[in-house]
């Protein structure tokens, strides 16, 4: 099918929840293209439709994902900038054995800080990498953790309202 | 007041939690079908032309291309009120119609064969302004509507309300002892803007039958209003999660209209998801409104006349227009009792994006607009807000012209406590300190407050149908067409219907919004969610468990009245040790169908008093929300942290920051809008949140089974006018401009000069 010879092609390897791929380089049918974003290659290719696009332009923060520990813009990298990263999405938080719920996860649903829900993903996980940090933030941190993040339906304050209650109930 | 339920008004996690904090739900954008193509439209960089010549040729070339549409070969479908915007046009009305549409193997593909097709354009002269547009020699944007005045299509009936004449205006404002008069407009068109852009997946059965796949907000609209627009095919209409709508994702039409065409051509299912820059460019905006006219009162608060005419611009085509009209013609009298109108609208297009369904639905255009009118003759009158408001929000027994036309007699509430109540919590007595001073003054800093209120008839508007159906298993499914798209109706539902049967929450389910397999429902618009829908399904699950009891009573020997049903077991009253359980009543091989209707019901207005206290500097112009306080009385909570999450959207879906600084920026040289990216638009940050706080009165309201009233939509409506109130107080200069950039503050201080903006 394809003409480029199999030495042209390179690899990338990361991982997402735990799980290693390893992804060829190339503009073939389940390849990864140099144009391709995290983003896409999350959701076109590896089928984890968990996160978000809202605007695909790095505005809206529903595409977050937690890289090494921080949370990126998952619409803003190149999948070919990941080469060895270890990657967290929202479709990795629940324990897949347990069942059990990030604390997180919990919050939200016990203070339904959501409405229509799609910012919701990239909002845990921007919440989560703060946590992990900062198992004590205060309002005003939250806030500002957050601050990339829209929501049209104005969740914020009970967003709010499930951080403070996760990281109180982390204690 | 409230009674105690075991499941109403109690705090339930809501029923499709799980799956949204999981990343399981699913949207638009996260479905696929087999054999799908993807679907991107080719859209003209000027206002006003003629396609004089287009060539496809090399786009189709290009492998991987399915099909390329023009206005040549698409399917003679028409949408609009009434119909007149079929699916491509010879002629293009604004920076971003389509002028062609591309079905291809990838997203990619199909975007790239965009930059292949080749159009000659014949520019054309464009008209922007509302009242410019109506003049003799303006360009004309349709053949069907010279003058560019939208006429026809009954929305609501032949007698659609679009005037209110009443009475006698000049006795009216002979009465009066202050009119204010002027002209003022609510024309920044603001956008809506779901996070989640618009998308739809079409798929043809067979030549008749078309399967429609879409993340919107009122499923059956893809079926009993496309149907008439399409040539009545047999359209089965499938609702994903919908992530937002406020209104715009009410339905979908041209997206669906470009994805049914290539689908047709193609004879595989299509996907049209626009971009965030087609969302903001060439979906949905509010209403542009002007209001020029005449308020008469007198000094009591009693309004004696209303008289002007509210210029409405609905951009390149009207979907809904009218029946936006209509809403707003009936919600300015719920608000304004007074005997004398002579109210007249004009509905005009102009050369941008069209305006389509907003929250609010005509009736927050219109007062936003007549807000500095009203409060300019309040302000003459010395009278106070909160009291100008109680004696004149509609009453029981009092009446008003709804959308349909008819005289309505309101049997819902008296809401002068909810204005008492919310006036107590926000403190404005001590606040107010009279018109147009400020509430205090710290240096350059200035604080103001304003206040407003808003209403709607609309929360018992058109039919729903509801099948409950009981399975011996002791579950019970809710047969509805009820997508979710942030209000949590579908748990509300539950909730509505585990009241009834004494059902635990877990063990009730609502069948996916397809209209193959529920009935009839109009959709979640005008808060008609809690007393539409919420009665049709209580109605059936009542229904069912009659039928259920029918089929007990001989087992437990006794009369279907004298039993009663928990946590799946039937029991005669008072009785629960000797009870028996569902499947015992109907064997395992049977279930229970109820069924429920609601009729349409426009006498029960709902209601909303915002108040607002801003801080203004006055050296850089910069306008501060410091704390909302919303106050109402839905009769009965059915879910509370659903009910605060709809009151807190007043800051979201172009509510109250349309006061502020939302705004679509149009260059009126070019016709582009230029801020239609989420950096250049502005939107309201965690950072920048104001203390809010929510007032619910719970007063009993005897229209629904469970004593409730909806009133989500109307949350961001009273906002604008509340804000240039504040403004206008805490400057000591009135300002009646939306928004209040910070250039326009300064303008009004004197420290700026230079010409007004449009």
Redesign the interface.
């Known amino acids: 099918m394809s003409s480029m010879k199999e030495e042209e092609r390179e690899k990338i390897a990361f991982t997402v929840n735990g799980v290693s791929y390893e992804l060829e380089i190339g503009d073939q049918f389940n390849q990864v293209a140099p144009s391709h974003t995290l983003a896409h290659t999350l ?1 076109e290719t590896l089928g ?10 790095g ?2 923060g ?1 595409c977050t994902v937690i890289m090494d520990g921080d949370p990126v813009l998952s619409c803003m990298m190149l999948t070919v900038e990941c080469h060895g990263r270890r990657i967290t ?3 990795g ?2 324990d897949r054995r347990t069942g059990e ?1 990030d604390p997180i ?2 919050a ?5 800080a ?8 990239g909002m ?1 996980m921007a919440a989560k990498s703060l946590l992990d940090k900062n198992p004590t933030p205060d309002e005003q941190d ?3 953790a ?15 309202d499930a951080v403070l209650e996760a990281a109180k109930k982390g204690r | 007041m409230s009674e105690d339920y075991r499941f109403i008004g109690k705090r339930t996690p809501r029923k499709d939690a799980l799956e949204i904090v999981t990343g399981k739900a699913t949207y638009i954008g996260d479905i696929k079908k087999s054999g799908l193509l993807y679907g991107k439209v080719l859209r003209s960089p000027y206002p006003h032309a003629r396609i004089k010549n287009i060539d496809t040729a090399k786009a189709e070339a290009l492998p991987g291309v399915a099909a390329v549409l023009t206005y040549k070969n698409v399917p003679d479908w028409r949408t609009g009120m009434p119909r007149h915007v079929p699916v491509l046009d010879r002629k293009v009305r604004f920076v971003g119609d389509a002028a062609a549409i591309v079905a291809a193997e990838t997203a990619e593909i199909a975007t790239e064969a965009l930059d292949l097709i080749d159009v000659g354009y014949e520019q054309l002269p464009p008209v922007y302004d509302v009242e410019e547009a109506m003049e003799p020699d303006a360009p004309q944007l349709h053949d069907d509507f010279p003058g560019n005045l939208v006429r026809g299509f009954p929305a609501f009936g032949p007698k659609t309300l679009s005037e209110v004449v009443v009475g006698d205006v000049e006795k009216g404002f002979d009465e009066a002892d202050v009119i204010a008069e002027g002209t003022y407009g609510y024309e920044n068109i603001p956008n809506p803007l779901p996070i989640e852009p618009p998308g739809v997946i079409a798929r043809w059965e067979d030549e008749h039958r078309l399967t429609v796949w879409s993340g919107t907000q009122s499923a059956s609209w893809h079926r009993f209003i496309m149907q008439s627009k399409m040539g009545f095919p047999d359209i089965r209409a499938i609702d994903t999660q919908c992530g937002g709508s406020f209104g715009s994702k009410n339905y979908a039409p041209l997206p669906l209209f470009y994805a049914a065409a290539l689908a047709k051509v193609t004879g595989r299912p299509v996907k049209v998801c626009f971009t965030k820059e087609e969302h903001f460019g060439a979906f949905v905006l509010r209403l542009g409104s002007r209001f020029r006219g005449k308020i008469g009162i007198k000094k009591d608060g009693t309004v004696t006349a209303v008289s002007g005419v509210w210029f409405v611009d609905t951009g390149a085509f009207s979907d809904m227009a009218q029946a936006q009209v209509a809403v707003g013609c009936g919600e300015a009298q719920l608000m304004l009792r007074c005997p004398n109108w002579d109210f007249r609208t004009r509905l005009v297009c102009t050369n941008r994006s069209a305006s389509g369904v907003v929250r609010g639905f005509g009736g927050q255009e219109l007062e936003s607009a007549l807000s500095p009118i009203l409060t300019m003759a309040m302000e003459k009158a010395s009278l106070d807000p909160v009291q100008f408001f109680k004696k004149n929000y509609v009453k029981p027994g009092e009446g008003y012209i709804w959308r349909d036309g008819n005289y309505w007699v309101s049997r819902g509430r008296d809401y002068s406590e909810a204005m008492d109540s919310g006036a107590r919590a926000f403190g404005w007595e001590e606040k107010w300190k009279g018109w147009l001073k400020p509430t205090a003054i710290n240096g350059a800093r200035r604080t103001g407050v304003g206040v407003n209120v808003h209403g709607n008839a609309d929360v018992g508007e058109d039919k729903s149908e509801a099948y409950v159906r009981l399975n011996p298993d002791a579950t019970a499914t809710i047969h509805v067409s009820i997508s979710e798209s942030g209000m949590g109706q579908r748990s509300s539902l539950c909730k509505m219907a585990a009241e009834v049967l004494q059902l635990p929450l877990a063990r009730i389910n609502v069948t996916p919004a397809d209209t193959m397999v529920n009935p009839f429902d109009f959709g979640l618009v005008g808060s008609r969610g809690t007393y539409a829908v919420g009665s049709a399904v209580i109605k059936a699950a009542e229904d069912a468990r009659q039928k259920l009891f029918e089929l007990a009573a001989p087992k437990l020997e006794a009369a279907p009245e004298d039993l009663e049903t928990r946590d799946g077991s039937i029991h005669v009253k008072g009785r629960p040790e000797a009870g028996i359980s569902w499947s015992k009543a109907t064997g395992i091989m049977q279930t229970c169908m109820g069924f429920g209707r609601f009729e349409p019901d426009y006498s029960v207005p709902n209601f909303l008093i915002q108040f607002v206290e801003v801080e203004v500097d006055t050296e850089t112009g910069r306008v501060d929300l410091r704390r909302v306080l919303s106050a109402t009385d839905v009769g009965q909570i059915i879910d509370p942290l659903s009910l605060e999450g709809q009151l807190h959207g007043a800051l979201g879906s172009a509510g109250i920051d349309t006061a502020l600084f939302e705004e679509s920026i149009l260059d009126r040289t070019t016709g582009h809008m230029l801020n239609i990216n989420m950096i250049d638009y502005k939107w309201r940050t965690f950072l920048d949140l104001p203390q809010f706080e929510n007032v619910i009165l719970e007063t009993p309201l005897p229209t629904h089974r469970f004593k409730a009233i909806g009133v989500g939509e109307i949350a961001t409506s009273p906002g604008p006018g509340a804000i240039l109130m504040a403004v206008s107080n805490a400057l000591g200069e009135r300002v009646s401009e939306y928004p209040l950039t910070p250039d326009r503050i300064l303008r009004a201080l004197g420290k700026m000069g230079g010409r007004k903006r449009g």
């Not at chain 1, 939200?108 to 339904?112: G, S, Y």
């Open positions: 959701r984890l439709t968990g996160t978000k696009v809202g605007c695909d332009q505005a809206c529903s999405t929202i479709d938080l629940q719920l996860q919990q939200f649903i016990d203070n339904t959501f409405q229509c829900g799609f910012c919701t993903p845990i939250v806030k500002e957050l601050a990339g993040h829209y929501c049209r339906c104005i969740s914020h304050y009970h967003v709010v």
